[in-house]
């Protein structure tokens, strides 16, 4: 049996913090029948997101919405760029400490961008 590390557990949710994604939409949403396409790409934002950010209670903002669904149902985005907000759950029920609040980030290009750690000014 292989020696216990000294290692030190990683806990990603330590702090709020906030990041800048390109999701390439057109991999999750390939093949798919053109009347599930736009609901499968919000879906898709939602496991993104939460598996990037490590939070189950993912929300997704309206202009995000709207954005995906801009071209209708059959003919989603390519790219999209997002911000994922990891923000303190208000809510003393809920048995999560944190949600993912995910928004929409006009872009011109999509060209050179990179995964960003955005500073909050709260």
């Avoid at 009347?35 to 496991?47: E, L, Q, T, Y």
């Avoid at 801009?70 to 994922?84: D, E, L, M, Y």
């Avoid at 993912?100 to 709260?122: A, I, P, R």
């Amino acid at each position: 049996m292989a020696p216990k590390s000294d290692k030190k557990s990683r806990s990603a949710l330590k702090d709020v913090v906030t990041r800048e994604y390109t999701i390439h939409l057109h991999k999750y949403i390939h093949g798919i029948g053109f009347k599930k396409r736009a609901p499968r790409a919000i879906k898709a934002i939602k496991k993104f997101a939460e598996k990037q950010m490590r939070t189950p209670d993912v929300r997704v903002d309206t202009k995000l919405n709207k954005a995906v669904w801009s071209k209708g149902i059959r003919n989603v985005p390519f790219r999209i760029r997002v911000r994922c907000a990891r923000k303190r759950n208000e809510d003393e029920d809920s048995p999560h400490k944190f949600y993912t609040l995910v928004t929409h980030v006009t872009v011109d290009s999509f060209k050179g961008l990179v995964t960003t750690t955005v500073d909050t000014e709260d």
